[in-house]
């Protein structure tokens, strides 16, 4: 009995002399993201036994976790590091209680996988603050069954948006309870077609909002002639997020993240296509990507450099690996779309994923977050406008109107 | 005597401590924060006086939420009360013909209460799925057009408000059942001497008029739960389409948890706390006058 303890009491002594630094890691989204980060934690403390990595309870969702960091941020108990939403990081800078990342970066970001399109994703006023850690752009989904139904052809499917509300509308005219194209009235996706057009939300150094451009209008009006050409129904995205999978949708363009519930929920029903969203521009096109970034909160010098060391794995092509597998999100790390030997059997097995993660690594974008204290509040505006012109609104007056509200309210004029 | 005072206080002290540290202390934070523009998280915050207020009821957007919720409460309120005074009437009579079947029916309406709304809120999303829902199928099938029961911006407050009325008539129907119980049937034999023997002047005579207590506790809780919808909108149409759905406490959770508007937030709570607070006030005030207590 003395014996075992005494055992016990060495091996308790050896790991914690193992384990110096302690990281503390917040997450949200158990629902997509336990396993994916236990998996990860267990990994990346296989190869750093010096390094203890501690998961904090996960928030709900990107804007409690959000919220839960600032209150301990507050109470001086933030987290080490935390995954927040591409979108959301930004208030987190904006109230201080980032970390940058420039001096950590290494000399050459592009050897580690980092291309500037992907660091641009946590980039504010030259300064890096966030990595992204996984990715997702707005692709095309697409019922192949209706398609044919519709006497549409999937070799010779359409490229163009006139093409697709052609398609579109045929499908919708094959019966009442089919639907042919449906979008979110959404922030998020009305920048997807904005890049599409190659147009820019803001301007570069955010002191103007520049949608109502030709390329803004053009992008808005399709939600107009989707609704009057195509007609797409008004229903909710829940209701088009259980329509698509039941085979009463035909083309759904939705975020490339829903792929894997999309494919689970229309087995043995029919066998998804995906295609990429249409770019109408030669130049200029990127696609605002959602997702999840990584930032470092702690500003101690050694837990930094262990956060560091985190930090380097996940969004390193092993970690990557690991996101990509168990969650279905685009890797936020060049090296492992281009060396198979990571994701070679993946994509062989999942040929609609390469898709959405190819559109990621050739057009991925910012997801322009509005400046200010009003910043999310506008982006509601944004979705109402898009439900008015789905409802019949005219294009110019309404994405006029729309442009100098978000100018008055973001304080810009 | 000091000896009585100090029992007293020791019974008395800890729970009014907890109370004030706990309730009174984060509500006084909350009214000064109110006058303030601070945001989560932010290290400072400005004093900006009324217009947190001003905004609520000048904009556009504060203005809707509050007629939406008025809207809702104004079908939810009388529609639920009324018919749970009905169903409880039909319950009570039908438990001196059929008990058992009264019994299971009694259940049957309670089970909305009892369930969490937010499961119910999916079980209600599927129903009212504008392709593959229940709902529009019978609608097709009796020749009605279907409808987009939650994304229509005209149609979608009324869809919550049957929701609200379908969640808390089992609530009203309990309470009115236990409330007609206690009325003794002598009164009734006498309102039958008097010639009140049937329908609506018993009813008037001395059932309206025993259930007094019963109807204004009924009435208030159903107006403050009415005023307070947040699950059903939260979880089915956060608000949309285009703000269609959106009301105060909604609005309130919005912009302090989605917009990390601290201090507007906290106006919206301090309206909705005195406006709460006024009606219960006015509703006892005016209800206790006219009801007949024993």
């Keep these: ?16 002399a193992a384990a110096e630094t302690e990281i503390r890691v917040h997450y949200a989204i158990p629902t997509i993201w336990a396993e994916t980060q236990e998996a990860l934690a267990e990994a990346f403390m296989a190869t750093h036994p010096d390094i203890k990595i501690t998961l904090d309870g996960p928030a709900e969702g990107y804007e409690d976790g959000v919220q839960r960091v600032l209150r301990e941020g507050i109470a001086g108990t933030a987290p080490d590091v935390a995954y927040v939403g591409l979108n959301l990081w930004r208030v987190l800078e904006d109230r201080g209680v980032l970390q940058p990342l420039d001096d950590f970066l290494p000399a050459d970001p592009m050897a580690a996988g980092y291309t500037p399109a992907l660091l641009s994703l946590g980039q504010y006023e030259g300064h890096q603050w966030a990595l992204g850690t996984s990715a997702s752009t707005m692709v095309l989904y697409v019922n192949p069954d209706l398609v044919e139904q519709a006497g549409g052809s999937m070799d010779d499917f359409p490229k163009d948006f006139d093409g697709i509300i052609e398609l579109a509308a045929k499908i919708d005219a094959l019966g ?47 939600y107009k002639r989707f609704a009057e050409d195509a007609g797409m129904s008004s229903m909710s995205e829940n209701d088009a997020r259980q329509a698509f999978p039941a085979g009463t949708l035909g083309l759904f363009f939705e975020s490339s993240s829903l792929l894997k519930r999309f494919e689970e929920g229309s087995a043995g029903n029919f066998e998804l296509a995906v295609f990429g969203t249409p770019v109408v521009a030669e130049e200029n096109v990127y696609f605002p990507t959602g997702g999840s970034a990584i930032v470092m909160l702690t500003d101690d010098a050694e837990k930094q450099a262990a956060a560091w060391e985190y930090m380097t794995f996940v969004t390193g092509p092993e970690g990557q690996k690991v996101i990509v597998e168990t969650t279905g999100y685009a890797p936020a790390n060049k090296i492992v779309l281009d060396d198979e030997s990571y994701l070679g059997a993946y994509y062989a097995a999942n040929p609609n994923a390469k898709v959405g993660h190819a559109q990621v690594a050739a057009h991925a974008g910012p997801w322009y977050a509005y400046p200010g204290a009003e910043g999310v509040a506008v982006t509601d505006l944004i979705a109402a406008a898009l439900v008015e012109l789905t409802e019949g609104a005219a294009v110019e007056a309404t994405i006029s109107d729309l442009a100098d509200t978000l100018r008055m309210q973001l304080g810009m004029k | 005597m000091r000896n ?48 947190n207020f001003a905004t609520l009821f000048g904009s556009r957007q504060g203005r809707n939420a509050l007629l939406n919720t008025v809207v809702y409460a104004g079908i939810v309120i009388p529609a639920s009360v009324g018919l749970g005074l009905l169903v409880a009437m039909g319950l009570h009579r039908l438990t001196d013909i059929l008990p058992r079947l009264s ?12 369930a969490t709304l937010v499961a119910m809120a999916v079980s209600w ?16 099938v009796l020749g009605l057009a279907p409808q987009q029961w939650l994304s229509d911006r ?53 059932t309206w008029p025993m259930l007094g207590p019963t109807t204004l506790f009924v009435v208030i809780v159903t107006a403050v739960n009415a005023f307070r919808v947040f699950e059903t909108v939260a979880t089915m149409t956060k608000g949309g389409p285009a703000f269609a759905s959106d009301t105060i406490v909604y609005a309130l959770y919005r912009e ?4 990390f508007k601290a201090g507007y937030a906290s106006a919206i709570t301090v309206v909705f706390f005195l406006a709460l607070l006024l009606l219960t006030a006015l509703q006892i005030m005016l209800v206790e006058r006219r009801v007949h207590y024993r």
């Design chain 1, 1 to 16: 009995m003395k014996h075992l303890l005494l055992s016990a009491g060495v091996v308790l002594a050896a790991s914690a």
């Design chain 2, 256 to 259: 302090g948890f989605v917009y």
């Design chain 2, 4 to 51: 009585r005072a100090l029992t007293d206080l020791v019974l008395a002290g800890p729970a009014a401590l907890v109370v004030i540290l706990f309730i009174f202390l984060p509500v006084a934070v909350v009214f000064v924060l109110a006058f303030t523009d601070y945001q989560v998280g932010a290290r400072s915050a400005n004093w900006i006086g009324i217009e």
């Design chain 2, 125 to 140: 999303q599927m129903l009212l799925h504008p392709s593959l829902g229940l709902i529009n199928t019978w609608m097709s």
């Design chain 2, 103 to 114: 019994a299971v029916l009694r259940t049957v309406y309670f089970l909305p209460v009892a």
């Design chain 2, 154 to 206: 005209g149609l979608v407050l009324y869809t919550l408000a049957a929701i609200g009325i379908w969640q808390s008539v089992g609530y009203n129907m309990v309470l009115f059942l236990a409330g007609l119980a206690t009325i003794p049937t002598a009164l009734y034999d006498a309102a039958a001497v008097d010639g009140a023997d049937r329908g609506w002047s018993r009813f008037w005579t001395v």
């Design chain 1, 176 to 222: 009442d309870t089919v639907e042919g194209v449906w979008i979110g009235r959404h922030d998020w996706r009305f920048q997807s077609l904005l890049g599409a057009h190659g147009g820019r939300p803001m301007t570069e150094d955010e002191s103007d909002i520049t949608f109502d451009s030709e390329a803004g209008m053009t992008a808005a009006g399709l």
